[in-house]
Protein backbone atom coordinates (compact mmCIF):
# COMPACT_ATOMS: atom_id res chain seq x y z
CA UNK A 1 0.00 0.00 0.00
CA UNK A 2 1.34 3.48 -0.83
CA UNK A 3 0.04 6.87 1.27
CA UNK A 4 0.65 10.41 0.89
CA UNK A 5 0.18 13.28 2.56
CA UNK A 6 -1.17 16.38 2.49
CA UNK A 7 -0.90 20.33 4.10
CA UNK A 8 -3.27 23.01 3.90
CA UNK A 9 -1.42 25.74 4.91
CA UNK A 10 -3.16 28.85 6.07
CA UNK A 11 -2.38 32.41 7.33
CA UNK A 12 -3.75 31.26 10.81
CA UNK A 13 -2.73 27.50 11.01
CA UNK A 14 -1.62 24.69 9.40
CA UNK A 15 -3.54 21.22 8.78
CA UNK A 16 -1.61 18.29 7.64
CA UNK A 17 -3.22 14.85 7.15
CA UNK A 18 -1.96 11.40 5.78
CA UNK A 19 -4.05 9.25 3.73
CA UNK A 20 -3.44 5.82 2.00
CA UNK A 21 -4.30 5.03 -1.43
CA UNK A 22 -7.96 4.89 -1.42
CA UNK A 23 -7.83 8.60 -0.18
CA UNK A 24 -8.86 7.47 3.24
CA UNK A 25 -7.64 9.72 6.34
CA UNK A 26 -4.89 7.83 8.54
CA UNK A 27 -4.31 10.45 10.48
CA UNK A 28 -4.54 14.33 11.12
CA UNK A 29 -2.69 17.56 12.63
CA UNK A 30 -3.29 21.10 13.10
CA UNK A 31 -0.23 23.69 14.16
CA UNK A 32 -1.18 27.40 14.75
CA UNK A 33 0.79 29.78 12.90
CA UNK A 34 1.95 32.85 15.29
CA UNK A 35 2.61 36.53 14.49
CA UNK A 36 6.06 35.14 12.86
CA UNK A 37 5.04 34.25 9.26
CA UNK A 38 8.49 34.28 8.37
CA UNK A 39 9.44 32.01 4.97
CA UNK A 40 12.19 29.64 7.23
CA UNK A 41 9.87 29.65 10.24
CA UNK A 42 6.75 28.55 8.58
CA UNK A 43 8.57 25.80 6.52
CA UNK A 44 9.67 24.70 10.39
CA UNK A 45 6.03 24.61 11.41
CA UNK A 46 5.13 22.56 8.15
CA UNK A 47 7.71 19.99 8.98
CA UNK A 48 6.83 19.50 12.06
CA UNK A 49 3.01 19.12 11.47
CA UNK A 50 4.22 16.43 8.41
CA UNK A 51 5.64 14.90 10.99
CA UNK A 52 3.33 14.96 13.93
CA UNK A 53 0.42 13.23 11.39
CA UNK A 54 3.24 10.62 10.14
CA UNK A 55 3.87 9.92 14.09
CA UNK A 56 -0.11 9.47 14.72
CA UNK A 57 -0.56 7.58 11.19
CA UNK A 58 1.60 4.93 12.64
CA UNK A 59 4.02 4.47 9.48
CA UNK A 60 7.26 5.16 8.59
CA UNK A 61 9.12 8.19 6.34
CA UNK A 62 9.47 6.06 3.66
CA UNK A 63 6.44 5.10 3.62
CA UNK A 64 5.02 8.63 2.02
CA UNK A 65 5.22 8.51 -1.81
CA UNK A 66 4.64 12.31 -2.38
CA UNK A 67 3.28 15.72 -0.36
CA UNK A 68 0.72 17.74 -1.56
CA UNK A 69 0.74 21.24 -0.33
CA UNK A 70 -2.39 23.59 -1.05
CA UNK A 71 -1.51 27.33 -0.23
CA UNK A 72 -3.88 30.75 -0.01
CA UNK A 73 -2.37 32.18 -3.11
CA UNK A 74 -2.53 31.94 -6.93
CA UNK A 75 0.36 29.13 -7.51
CA UNK A 76 2.69 28.59 -10.96
CA UNK A 77 2.08 24.51 -10.68
CA UNK A 78 4.48 23.90 -13.10
CA UNK A 79 7.08 25.47 -11.28
CA UNK A 80 5.73 25.12 -7.80
CA UNK A 81 5.69 29.02 -7.01
CA UNK A 82 3.43 30.78 -4.79
CA UNK A 83 2.94 33.41 -6.47
CA UNK A 84 0.87 36.19 -3.43
CA UNK A 85 -0.48 35.34 -0.58
CA UNK A 86 -1.38 38.90 1.50
CA UNK A 87 -2.74 36.35 4.23
CA UNK A 88 1.27 35.76 5.04
CA UNK A 89 2.87 38.53 3.53
CA UNK A 90 4.39 36.07 0.63
CA UNK A 91 4.83 36.57 -2.84
CA UNK A 92 7.09 34.20 -5.42
CA UNK A 93 8.07 31.55 -2.91
CA UNK A 94 9.61 28.76 -4.56
CA UNK A 95 7.33 26.59 -1.29
CA UNK A 96 7.48 23.25 -3.67
CA UNK A 97 11.32 23.19 -4.28
CA UNK A 98 11.93 24.43 -0.52
CA UNK A 99 9.31 21.42 0.80
CA UNK A 100 10.94 18.49 -1.98
CA UNK A 101 14.77 19.82 -0.35
CA UNK A 102 13.57 20.27 3.56
CA UNK A 103 11.43 16.51 3.80
CA UNK A 104 13.04 14.69 0.24
CA UNK A 105 9.35 13.78 -0.82
CA UNK A 106 8.48 14.89 -4.81
CA UNK A 107 5.60 17.76 -4.03
CA UNK A 108 2.85 19.14 -5.68
CA UNK A 109 1.77 22.71 -4.59
CA UNK A 110 -1.44 24.47 -5.48
CA UNK A 111 -3.82 26.98 -4.75
CA UNK A 112 -6.22 26.27 -1.30
CA UNK A 113 -9.59 26.64 -2.91
CA UNK A 114 -9.08 24.82 -6.15
CA UNK A 115 -7.39 21.68 -3.75
CA UNK A 116 -10.80 21.80 -1.58
CA UNK A 117 -12.73 21.85 -4.96
CA UNK A 118 -10.75 18.79 -5.90
CA UNK A 119 -11.08 17.22 -3.05
CA UNK A 120 -15.32 17.44 -2.79
CA UNK A 121 -15.04 16.41 -6.52
CA UNK A 122 -12.88 13.13 -5.22
CA UNK A 123 -14.16 12.32 -2.17
CA UNK A 124 -17.69 14.92 -1.00
CA UNK A 125 -20.68 15.28 -2.04
CA UNK A 126 -19.56 16.18 -5.46
CA UNK A 127 -18.30 13.16 -6.49
CA UNK A 128 -18.63 12.02 -9.96
CA UNK A 129 -19.75 15.34 -11.07
CA UNK A 130 -17.39 16.54 -13.93
CA UNK A 131 -18.23 19.79 -14.36
CA UNK A 132 -18.40 21.49 -11.29
CA UNK A 133 -17.94 24.41 -9.48
CA UNK A 134 -17.35 25.03 -6.21
CA UNK A 135 -17.42 28.20 -4.08
CA UNK A 136 -16.40 28.66 -0.63
CA UNK A 137 -17.34 32.11 1.59
CA UNK A 138 -15.32 33.21 4.71
CA UNK A 139 -13.52 35.86 5.19
CA UNK A 140 -12.74 36.22 1.73
CA UNK A 141 -14.75 34.09 -1.10
CA UNK A 142 -12.64 31.55 -3.21
CA UNK A 143 -13.74 28.73 -5.58
CA UNK A 144 -12.84 25.88 -8.08
CA UNK A 145 -13.70 24.90 -11.50
CA UNK A 146 -13.72 21.30 -12.50
CA UNK A 147 -13.98 20.62 -16.40
CA UNK A 148 -14.36 17.32 -17.81
CA UNK A 149 -12.99 15.69 -14.60
CA UNK A 150 -9.89 17.51 -14.25
CA UNK A 151 -9.15 20.91 -12.38
CA UNK A 152 -9.18 23.99 -14.71
CA UNK A 153 -6.31 26.33 -13.48
CA UNK A 154 -6.47 29.08 -16.62
CA UNK A 155 -3.65 30.15 -18.88
CA UNK A 156 -2.93 32.88 -15.75
CA UNK A 157 -3.62 30.35 -13.19
CA UNK A 158 -6.34 32.14 -12.14
CA UNK A 159 -9.38 30.37 -12.50
CA UNK A 160 -11.77 29.50 -9.54
CA UNK A 161 -11.37 33.55 -8.62
CA UNK A 162 -15.31 33.73 -8.06
CA UNK A 163 -14.59 36.15 -5.15
CA UNK A 164 -13.67 38.62 -7.95
CA UNK A 165 -16.19 38.27 -10.03
CA UNK A 166 -18.24 41.70 -10.16
CA UNK A 167 -21.65 41.60 -9.05
CA UNK A 168 -22.44 44.90 -8.75
CA UNK A 169 -20.85 47.82 -10.57
CA UNK A 170 -19.92 50.97 -8.64
CA UNK A 171 -20.73 48.61 -5.59
CA UNK A 172 -18.83 48.21 -2.91
CA UNK A 173 -14.91 48.82 -2.81
CA UNK A 174 -12.95 45.13 -2.58
CA UNK A 175 -9.60 44.32 -1.36
CA UNK A 176 -8.26 43.95 -4.73
CA UNK A 177 -8.98 47.31 -5.51
CA UNK A 178 -11.95 46.93 -7.76
CA UNK A 179 -15.58 47.60 -6.76
CA UNK A 180 -18.34 45.07 -6.69
CA UNK A 181 -16.75 41.87 -6.67
CA UNK A 182 -18.57 39.08 -4.89
CA UNK A 183 -15.93 39.11 -1.81
CA UNK A 184 -17.07 42.55 -1.43
CA UNK A 185 -20.30 41.18 -0.52
CA UNK A 186 -20.23 38.26 0.39
CA UNK A 187 -17.55 37.17 2.80
CA UNK A 188 -16.70 38.41 5.80
CA UNK A 189 -14.76 41.09 4.69
CA UNK A 190 -17.93 42.48 2.84
CA UNK A 191 -20.58 42.11 6.10
CA UNK A 192 -18.27 43.54 7.99
CA UNK A 193 -17.64 46.76 5.89
CA UNK A 194 -21.60 47.13 5.57
CA UNK A 195 -21.92 46.93 9.19
CA UNK A 196 -19.31 49.52 9.46
CA UNK A 197 -21.01 51.82 6.96
CA UNK A 198 -24.12 51.52 9.02
CA UNK A 199 -23.43 51.44 12.47
CA UNK A 200 -19.91 54.15 11.71
CA UNK A 201 -21.62 56.43 9.42
CA UNK A 202 -25.43 56.27 9.81
CA UNK A 203 -25.40 55.71 13.43
CA UNK A 204 -27.53 52.55 13.53
CA UNK A 205 -27.29 49.76 16.51
CA UNK A 206 -26.04 46.34 16.53
CA UNK A 207 -25.59 43.39 18.93
CA UNK A 208 -22.00 42.37 17.89
CA UNK A 209 -21.14 45.32 20.07
CA UNK A 210 -21.68 43.21 22.71
CA UNK A 211 -21.41 39.29 21.06
CA UNK A 212 -18.02 40.05 19.75
CA UNK A 213 -16.47 44.14 20.61
CA UNK A 214 -13.89 43.82 18.16
CA UNK A 215 -16.09 43.06 15.27
CA UNK A 216 -14.52 45.97 13.22
CA UNK A 217 -11.12 43.62 13.02
CA UNK A 218 -12.61 40.27 11.94
CA UNK A 219 -15.53 38.64 13.29
CA UNK A 220 -16.50 34.45 13.89
CA UNK A 221 -19.29 32.90 11.99
CA UNK A 222 -20.67 31.92 15.19
CA UNK A 223 -20.89 35.64 16.60
CA UNK A 224 -22.82 36.45 13.13
CA UNK A 225 -25.20 33.74 13.88
CA UNK A 226 -25.62 34.61 17.66
CA UNK A 227 -26.60 38.28 16.45
CA UNK A 228 -29.63 36.64 14.03
CA UNK A 229 -30.54 34.29 16.89
CA UNK A 230 -30.98 37.98 18.43
CA UNK A 231 -32.68 39.20 16.02
CA UNK A 232 -30.40 41.85 14.93
CA UNK A 233 -31.81 43.84 11.66
CA UNK A 234 -28.39 44.80 11.24
CA UNK A 235 -26.45 41.14 10.56
CA UNK A 236 -29.81 40.16 9.59
CA UNK A 237 -29.25 41.88 6.47
CA UNK A 238 -26.27 41.88 5.68
CA UNK A 239 -26.37 37.99 5.95
CA UNK A 240 -28.93 37.74 3.53
CA UNK A 241 -27.34 40.18 0.93
CA UNK A 242 -24.32 38.04 1.48
CA UNK A 243 -26.79 34.76 0.67
CA UNK A 244 -28.17 36.64 -2.30
CA UNK A 245 -24.74 37.63 -3.97
CA UNK A 246 -23.72 33.86 -4.25
CA UNK A 247 -26.82 33.17 -4.99
CA UNK A 248 -26.56 35.33 -8.26
CA UNK A 249 -22.80 34.73 -8.54
CA UNK A 250 -23.87 31.13 -8.79
CA UNK A 251 -26.79 31.72 -11.37
CA UNK A 252 -23.99 33.63 -13.25
CA UNK A 253 -21.48 30.21 -13.65
CA UNK A 254 -24.53 28.57 -14.59
CA UNK A 255 -25.50 31.14 -16.99
CA UNK A 256 -22.16 31.36 -18.52
CA UNK A 257 -20.67 27.48 -18.28
CA UNK A 258 -23.57 25.34 -17.94
CA UNK A 259 -22.24 23.33 -15.15
CA UNK A 260 -23.38 20.05 -13.53
CA UNK A 261 -23.08 20.97 -10.09
CA UNK A 262 -22.08 23.85 -7.54
CA UNK A 263 -20.47 22.56 -4.08
CA UNK A 264 -20.80 25.69 -1.55
CA UNK A 265 -19.05 25.66 1.81
CA UNK A 266 -16.72 27.81 4.13
CA UNK A 267 -16.90 29.38 7.50
CA UNK A 268 -19.98 31.12 6.95
CA UNK A 269 -22.05 28.83 5.28
CA UNK A 270 -21.19 25.35 7.46
CA UNK A 271 -22.04 27.83 10.59
CA UNK A 272 -25.43 29.43 8.95
CA UNK A 273 -26.31 26.62 6.57
CA UNK A 274 -30.22 26.84 7.05
CA UNK A 275 -30.12 30.29 6.39
CA UNK A 276 -27.61 30.34 3.51
CA UNK A 277 -29.13 27.61 1.77
CA UNK A 278 -32.49 28.00 1.18
CA UNK A 279 -31.64 31.57 -0.25
CA UNK A 280 -28.89 30.56 -2.46
CA UNK A 281 -31.25 28.44 -3.75
CA UNK A 282 -34.18 30.14 -4.22
CA UNK A 283 -31.94 32.91 -6.13
CA UNK A 284 -29.76 30.66 -8.09
CA UNK A 285 -33.71 29.54 -9.67
CA UNK A 286 -34.85 33.15 -9.95
CA UNK A 287 -31.49 34.33 -11.89
CA UNK A 288 -30.99 31.26 -14.06
CA UNK A 289 -31.83 31.67 -17.70
CA UNK A 290 -34.55 29.23 -19.36
CA UNK A 291 -34.70 26.60 -16.42
CA UNK A 292 -30.86 25.92 -16.88
CA UNK A 293 -30.25 25.32 -13.20
CA UNK A 294 -33.30 22.67 -13.07
CA UNK A 295 -30.79 19.95 -13.85
CA UNK A 296 -27.82 21.30 -11.94
CA UNK A 297 -27.51 19.92 -8.16
CA UNK A 298 -26.35 22.56 -5.30
CA UNK A 299 -24.60 20.95 -2.81
CA UNK A 300 -23.31 21.92 0.52
CA UNK A 301 -20.43 21.04 1.28
CA UNK A 302 -19.55 17.96 4.42
CA UNK A 303 -15.87 17.62 3.93
CA UNK A 304 -15.09 20.96 6.61
CA UNK A 305 -11.65 20.97 7.69
CA UNK A 306 -10.14 18.07 5.36
CA UNK A 307 -11.48 18.99 1.95
CA UNK A 308 -8.44 21.11 1.03
CA UNK A 309 -5.67 18.84 2.73
CA UNK A 310 -7.12 15.67 1.11
CA UNK A 311 -7.81 17.70 -2.27
CA UNK A 312 -4.03 18.30 -1.96
CA UNK A 313 -2.77 15.17 -1.06
CA UNK A 314 -4.65 13.02 -3.68
CA UNK A 315 -3.93 15.73 -6.73
CA UNK A 316 -0.17 14.41 -6.09
CA UNK A 317 -1.25 10.98 -6.82
CA UNK A 318 -3.25 11.98 -10.25
CA UNK A 319 -1.82 11.28 -13.80
CA UNK A 320 -2.51 14.31 -15.03
CA UNK A 321 -0.26 15.98 -12.48
CA UNK A 322 2.50 14.01 -11.78
CA UNK A 323 4.41 16.34 -14.31
CA UNK A 324 3.76 18.43 -11.66
CA UNK A 325 6.02 17.33 -8.94
CA UNK A 326 8.41 19.08 -7.92
CA UNK A 327 10.85 16.01 -7.55
CA UNK B 1 -15.73 16.51 -52.28
CA UNK B 2 -18.64 16.91 -50.04
CA UNK B 3 -20.45 19.60 -49.26
CA UNK B 4 -22.72 21.43 -46.90
CA UNK B 5 -25.42 23.78 -45.93
CA UNK B 6 -25.69 26.47 -43.07
CA UNK B 7 -28.67 28.75 -42.00
CA UNK B 8 -28.90 31.21 -39.52
CA UNK B 9 -32.67 32.03 -38.82
CA UNK B 10 -32.95 35.31 -37.03
CA UNK B 11 -36.55 37.31 -36.02
CA UNK B 12 -35.56 39.19 -39.24
CA UNK B 13 -33.95 37.72 -41.78
CA UNK B 14 -32.73 34.17 -42.56
CA UNK B 15 -29.22 33.79 -44.07
CA UNK B 16 -28.11 30.63 -45.89
CA UNK B 17 -24.98 29.26 -47.06
CA UNK B 18 -23.13 26.17 -48.86
CA UNK B 19 -19.66 25.18 -48.53
CA UNK B 20 -17.49 22.87 -49.36
CA UNK B 21 -15.61 20.04 -47.18
CA UNK B 22 -12.73 22.54 -45.99
CA UNK B 23 -15.31 24.94 -44.84
CA UNK B 24 -15.04 27.33 -48.11
CA UNK B 25 -18.04 29.27 -48.54
CA UNK B 26 -19.30 28.76 -52.22
CA UNK B 27 -22.80 31.28 -51.82
CA UNK B 28 -24.57 32.99 -49.72
CA UNK B 29 -28.19 33.94 -50.15
CA UNK B 30 -30.74 36.26 -47.75
CA UNK B 31 -33.92 36.39 -47.49
CA UNK B 32 -36.24 38.89 -44.98
CA UNK B 33 -38.65 37.64 -42.50
CA UNK B 34 -41.60 39.96 -42.63
CA UNK B 35 -44.26 40.66 -40.22
CA UNK B 36 -45.69 36.78 -40.61
CA UNK B 37 -43.42 34.72 -38.51
CA UNK B 38 -46.16 31.51 -38.72
CA UNK B 39 -43.69 28.65 -38.37
CA UNK B 40 -45.36 27.01 -41.61
CA UNK B 41 -44.38 30.47 -43.30
CA UNK B 42 -41.38 30.82 -41.86
CA UNK B 43 -40.08 27.23 -42.95
CA UNK B 44 -40.96 28.06 -46.38
CA UNK B 45 -38.24 30.76 -46.34
CA UNK B 46 -36.04 28.80 -45.37
CA UNK B 47 -35.92 25.91 -48.05
CA UNK B 48 -36.42 29.79 -50.32
CA UNK B 49 -32.88 30.74 -48.98
CA UNK B 50 -31.09 26.97 -49.05
CA UNK B 51 -32.30 26.45 -52.33
CA UNK B 52 -31.56 29.55 -53.76
CA UNK B 53 -27.88 29.38 -52.32
CA UNK B 54 -27.75 25.96 -54.10
CA UNK B 55 -28.24 27.54 -57.41
CA UNK B 56 -25.78 30.42 -56.73
CA UNK B 57 -23.56 27.27 -55.60
CA UNK B 58 -23.79 25.64 -58.84
CA UNK B 59 -23.99 22.55 -56.87
CA UNK B 60 -27.20 19.53 -57.12
CA UNK B 61 -29.31 18.98 -54.39
CA UNK B 62 -27.83 15.32 -53.98
CA UNK B 63 -24.51 17.06 -53.15
CA UNK B 64 -25.42 18.31 -50.01
CA UNK B 65 -24.73 15.66 -47.21
CA UNK B 66 -26.36 17.80 -43.96
CA UNK B 67 -27.84 20.88 -42.99
CA UNK B 68 -26.40 23.40 -39.71
CA UNK B 69 -29.67 25.79 -38.06
CA UNK B 70 -28.67 28.18 -36.04
CA UNK B 71 -32.05 29.70 -34.37
CA UNK B 72 -32.15 32.73 -32.09
CA UNK B 73 -33.19 30.05 -28.69
CA UNK B 74 -32.32 27.85 -26.42
CA UNK B 75 -31.92 24.69 -28.01
CA UNK B 76 -32.39 20.92 -27.52
CA UNK B 77 -29.69 20.02 -29.76
CA UNK B 78 -30.78 16.43 -28.86
CA UNK B 79 -33.80 15.99 -30.05
CA UNK B 80 -33.67 19.38 -32.40
CA UNK B 81 -36.24 21.57 -30.36
CA UNK B 82 -35.83 24.95 -30.54
CA UNK B 83 -37.14 25.73 -27.06
CA UNK B 84 -38.05 29.30 -26.71
CA UNK B 85 -37.63 31.83 -29.50
CA UNK B 86 -39.35 35.37 -28.57
CA UNK B 87 -38.06 36.98 -31.54
CA UNK B 88 -39.99 34.60 -33.72
CA UNK B 89 -43.18 34.42 -30.91
CA UNK B 90 -41.61 30.24 -31.09
CA UNK B 91 -42.14 27.66 -28.34
CA UNK B 92 -40.98 24.18 -28.41
CA UNK B 93 -40.57 23.67 -31.93
CA UNK B 94 -39.14 20.55 -33.73
CA UNK B 95 -37.61 22.51 -36.40
CA UNK B 96 -35.13 19.95 -36.73
CA UNK B 97 -37.20 17.50 -37.80
CA UNK B 98 -39.71 19.79 -39.73
CA UNK B 99 -36.37 20.89 -41.83
CA UNK B 100 -35.34 17.35 -42.27
CA UNK B 101 -38.78 16.24 -43.63
CA UNK B 102 -38.94 19.32 -45.97
CA UNK B 103 -35.80 19.11 -47.38
CA UNK B 104 -35.11 15.61 -47.31
CA UNK B 105 -31.00 15.75 -45.54
CA UNK B 106 -29.49 14.89 -42.06
CA UNK B 107 -30.82 18.21 -40.29
CA UNK B 108 -28.55 19.95 -36.92
CA UNK B 109 -30.08 22.37 -34.62
CA UNK B 110 -28.42 24.82 -32.19
CA UNK B 111 -28.53 27.90 -30.67
CA UNK B 112 -27.46 31.04 -33.00
CA UNK B 113 -24.56 32.23 -30.87
CA UNK B 114 -23.29 28.94 -29.84
CA UNK B 115 -22.65 28.76 -33.87
CA UNK B 116 -21.33 32.41 -33.78
CA UNK B 117 -18.60 30.95 -31.58
CA UNK B 118 -17.96 27.59 -33.01
CA UNK B 119 -17.86 29.05 -36.72
CA UNK B 120 -15.14 31.85 -35.33
CA UNK B 121 -13.75 28.92 -33.60
CA UNK B 122 -13.19 26.77 -36.57
CA UNK B 123 -12.46 29.20 -39.22
CA UNK B 124 -12.16 33.01 -38.05
CA UNK B 125 -9.43 34.53 -36.06
CA UNK B 126 -10.16 32.63 -32.29
CA UNK B 127 -9.25 29.32 -34.42
CA UNK B 128 -6.93 27.02 -32.03
CA UNK B 129 -7.85 28.75 -29.06
CA UNK B 130 -9.64 25.47 -27.47
CA UNK B 131 -10.82 27.06 -23.97
CA UNK B 132 -12.58 30.32 -25.37
CA UNK B 133 -15.69 32.63 -24.71
CA UNK B 134 -17.45 34.62 -27.80
CA UNK B 135 -19.45 37.25 -26.56
CA UNK B 136 -21.75 39.18 -29.12
CA UNK B 137 -23.54 42.11 -28.48
CA UNK B 138 -26.40 43.46 -30.98
CA UNK B 139 -29.68 44.47 -29.59
CA UNK B 140 -29.28 41.87 -26.54
CA UNK B 141 -25.97 39.88 -25.82
CA UNK B 142 -25.54 36.10 -26.39
CA UNK B 143 -22.41 34.12 -25.92
CA UNK B 144 -21.01 30.42 -26.89
CA UNK B 145 -18.26 28.62 -24.98
CA UNK B 146 -15.82 26.10 -26.24
CA UNK B 147 -14.02 24.24 -23.69
CA UNK B 148 -11.59 21.46 -24.19
CA UNK B 149 -12.17 22.37 -28.31
CA UNK B 150 -15.63 21.87 -28.05
CA UNK B 151 -18.53 23.08 -27.77
CA UNK B 152 -20.37 23.55 -24.00
CA UNK B 153 -24.07 23.75 -23.84
CA UNK B 154 -25.06 22.99 -20.38
CA UNK B 155 -26.59 20.18 -18.70
CA UNK B 156 -29.99 22.79 -19.55
CA UNK B 157 -28.42 23.95 -22.71
CA UNK B 158 -28.21 27.54 -21.23
CA UNK B 159 -24.16 27.56 -21.52
CA UNK B 160 -23.12 31.11 -23.49
CA UNK B 161 -25.74 32.83 -21.76
CA UNK B 162 -23.60 35.82 -20.99
CA UNK B 163 -26.44 38.06 -21.29
CA UNK B 164 -28.33 37.23 -18.44
CA UNK B 165 -24.98 37.11 -16.13
CA UNK B 166 -25.77 39.65 -13.09
CA UNK B 167 -22.97 42.75 -13.46
CA UNK B 168 -25.28 45.06 -11.33
CA UNK B 169 -27.28 44.03 -8.40
CA UNK B 170 -30.43 46.12 -8.14
CA UNK B 171 -29.55 47.45 -11.86
CA UNK B 172 -31.29 48.44 -14.72
CA UNK B 173 -34.68 45.54 -15.59
CA UNK B 174 -33.69 43.25 -18.07
CA UNK B 175 -36.55 41.64 -20.35
CA UNK B 176 -35.54 38.27 -18.41
CA UNK B 177 -37.46 39.63 -15.43
CA UNK B 178 -34.45 40.01 -13.87
CA UNK B 179 -32.30 42.96 -12.94
CA UNK B 180 -28.57 44.30 -13.91
CA UNK B 181 -27.94 41.43 -16.53
CA UNK B 182 -25.18 42.64 -18.74
CA UNK B 183 -27.76 42.71 -21.75
CA UNK B 184 -29.87 44.94 -19.94
CA UNK B 185 -26.57 47.65 -19.68
CA UNK B 186 -24.71 46.43 -22.81
CA UNK B 187 -27.27 45.81 -25.82
CA UNK B 188 -29.11 47.91 -27.55
CA UNK B 189 -31.77 47.50 -25.48
CA UNK B 190 -29.69 48.98 -22.27
CA UNK B 191 -28.29 51.54 -24.21
CA UNK B 192 -32.01 52.48 -25.54
CA UNK B 193 -33.24 51.80 -21.75
CA UNK B 194 -30.71 54.60 -20.64
CA UNK B 195 -31.52 56.86 -23.12
CA UNK B 196 -35.44 57.12 -22.38
CA UNK B 197 -34.67 57.38 -18.47
CA UNK B 198 -32.35 60.52 -19.10
CA UNK B 199 -34.72 61.97 -21.93
CA UNK B 200 -38.09 61.20 -21.38
CA UNK B 201 -37.96 61.82 -17.41
CA UNK B 202 -34.70 63.65 -16.63
CA UNK B 203 -35.56 65.60 -19.74
CA UNK B 204 -31.84 66.07 -21.91
CA UNK B 205 -31.78 66.44 -24.91
CA UNK B 206 -30.12 63.60 -27.61
CA UNK B 207 -29.52 64.03 -31.31
CA UNK B 208 -30.69 60.84 -31.83
CA UNK B 209 -34.34 62.75 -32.13
CA UNK B 210 -32.99 64.20 -35.28
CA UNK B 211 -30.97 61.23 -36.51
CA UNK B 212 -33.61 57.98 -35.59
CA UNK B 213 -36.48 60.00 -34.82
CA UNK B 214 -38.20 56.26 -33.53
CA UNK B 215 -34.94 55.27 -31.58
CA UNK B 216 -37.01 54.51 -28.57
CA UNK B 217 -38.46 50.98 -30.41
CA UNK B 218 -35.09 50.26 -31.58
CA UNK B 219 -32.13 51.54 -33.21
CA UNK B 220 -29.02 50.89 -35.99
CA UNK B 221 -25.29 50.94 -34.68
CA UNK B 222 -24.51 53.72 -37.22
CA UNK B 223 -27.10 55.53 -35.67
CA UNK B 224 -25.81 55.31 -32.29
CA UNK B 225 -22.02 56.03 -34.32
CA UNK B 226 -23.75 59.33 -35.86
CA UNK B 227 -24.75 60.55 -32.78
CA UNK B 228 -21.31 59.87 -31.25
CA UNK B 229 -19.34 61.81 -34.35
CA UNK B 230 -21.97 64.94 -33.46
CA UNK B 231 -20.80 64.75 -29.71
CA UNK B 232 -24.27 63.55 -28.26
CA UNK B 233 -23.39 63.26 -24.36
CA UNK B 234 -25.99 60.82 -23.15
CA UNK B 235 -25.20 58.41 -25.94
CA UNK B 236 -21.30 58.65 -25.63
CA UNK B 237 -22.10 57.89 -22.09
CA UNK B 238 -24.67 54.75 -22.73
CA UNK B 239 -22.22 53.64 -24.92
CA UNK B 240 -19.10 53.76 -22.89
CA UNK B 241 -20.98 52.28 -19.94
CA UNK B 242 -22.07 49.38 -22.51
CA UNK B 243 -18.11 48.67 -23.60
CA UNK B 244 -17.18 49.02 -19.48
CA UNK B 245 -19.99 46.17 -18.67
CA UNK B 246 -18.80 43.96 -21.53
CA UNK B 247 -15.30 44.09 -20.25
CA UNK B 248 -16.43 43.47 -16.81
CA UNK B 249 -18.43 40.72 -17.58
CA UNK B 250 -15.20 39.24 -19.60
CA UNK B 251 -12.83 39.68 -16.66
CA UNK B 252 -15.32 37.97 -15.01
CA UNK B 253 -15.28 35.38 -17.59
CA UNK B 254 -11.15 35.23 -16.82
CA UNK B 255 -11.52 34.80 -13.02
CA UNK B 256 -14.09 32.30 -12.92
CA UNK B 257 -12.91 29.40 -15.35
CA UNK B 258 -8.98 31.22 -17.10
CA UNK B 259 -10.44 31.07 -20.78
CA UNK B 260 -7.70 31.18 -23.37
CA UNK B 261 -9.11 33.52 -25.33
CA UNK B 262 -12.37 35.79 -25.79
CA UNK B 263 -13.97 36.98 -29.00
CA UNK B 264 -16.14 39.70 -29.16
CA UNK B 265 -18.26 40.77 -31.76
CA UNK B 266 -21.99 41.54 -32.61
CA UNK B 267 -23.51 44.67 -34.70
CA UNK B 268 -22.70 47.77 -32.28
CA UNK B 269 -19.09 46.54 -31.62
CA UNK B 270 -18.57 45.76 -35.18
CA UNK B 271 -20.03 49.34 -35.83
CA UNK B 272 -17.75 51.26 -33.42
CA UNK B 273 -14.78 48.91 -32.59
CA UNK B 274 -12.48 51.74 -32.46
CA UNK B 275 -14.78 53.04 -29.52
CA UNK B 276 -15.23 49.58 -27.90
CA UNK B 277 -12.68 47.32 -28.13
CA UNK B 278 -9.93 50.00 -26.38
CA UNK B 279 -12.25 50.13 -22.97
CA UNK B 280 -12.66 46.47 -23.17
CA UNK B 281 -9.63 45.48 -23.42
CA UNK B 282 -8.43 48.08 -20.72
CA UNK B 283 -11.83 46.70 -18.47
CA UNK B 284 -10.83 43.39 -18.79
CA UNK B 285 -7.09 44.60 -17.68
CA UNK B 286 -8.66 46.46 -14.84
CA UNK B 287 -10.59 43.61 -13.59
CA UNK B 288 -8.74 40.69 -14.06
CA UNK B 289 -7.59 39.36 -10.72
CA UNK B 290 -3.37 38.65 -10.34
CA UNK B 291 -2.62 39.40 -13.85
CA UNK B 292 -4.85 36.56 -15.02
CA UNK B 293 -5.67 38.46 -18.57
CA UNK B 294 -1.95 39.08 -19.46
CA UNK B 295 -2.03 35.71 -21.78
CA UNK B 296 -5.18 35.98 -22.60
CA UNK B 297 -6.15 37.01 -26.25
CA UNK B 298 -9.17 39.07 -26.64
CA UNK B 299 -10.04 39.17 -30.20
CA UNK B 300 -12.49 41.17 -32.27
CA UNK B 301 -14.78 39.08 -34.38
CA UNK B 302 -14.47 39.44 -38.33
CA UNK B 303 -16.29 36.89 -40.12
CA UNK B 304 -19.28 39.27 -39.64
CA UNK B 305 -22.85 37.74 -41.05
CA UNK B 306 -21.67 34.65 -42.54
CA UNK B 307 -19.94 33.46 -38.34
CA UNK B 308 -23.10 31.98 -37.29
CA UNK B 309 -24.43 30.15 -40.35
CA UNK B 310 -20.62 28.35 -41.22
CA UNK B 311 -20.85 27.28 -37.62
CA UNK B 312 -23.93 26.06 -38.16
CA UNK B 313 -22.93 24.21 -41.37
CA UNK B 314 -19.77 22.90 -39.90
CA UNK B 315 -20.74 21.93 -36.79
CA UNK B 316 -23.69 19.14 -38.61
CA UNK B 317 -20.28 18.22 -39.39
CA UNK B 318 -17.91 16.98 -37.01
CA UNK B 319 -17.73 13.92 -35.24
CA UNK B 320 -19.17 14.58 -32.16
CA UNK B 321 -22.48 16.06 -33.56
CA UNK B 322 -23.21 13.57 -35.59
CA UNK B 323 -25.44 11.70 -32.81
CA UNK B 324 -27.51 14.76 -32.82
CA UNK B 325 -28.21 14.98 -36.59
CA UNK B 326 -32.22 14.46 -36.96
CA UNK B 327 -32.15 11.59 -39.62
Not at 80 to 99: E, F, R, S, Y
Not at 180 to 198: D, M, R, S, T, V
Not at 207 to 225: F, K, M, V
Request: with cysteine.
Amino acid sequence: MNYYAGIDLGGTKIYGIIINESGEILARDKIKVGENKEIESVIELIEKCYKNALDKSGLKESDIKTIGIAVPSAVNVESGILLNAPNLGWKDVKIGLMLKERLGKPVYTDNDVNMGTFGEYSFGKAKNHKNLYGIFAGTGVGGGYISGGKLERGIGFTAGEVGHLTVKIDGPRCNCGNNGCLEAIAGKIGIINYLKKKVDIKGKQTLLDAISPEWRNGIGSSALRKAIQGKDKLVIKAVNKSAIAIGIACAGIINLIGVDAIIVGGGIIEEMADIYMPIIKSTIKKYSIAGGSDNVEIIQSELGDDAVALGAAWSATRPENIKYLIK
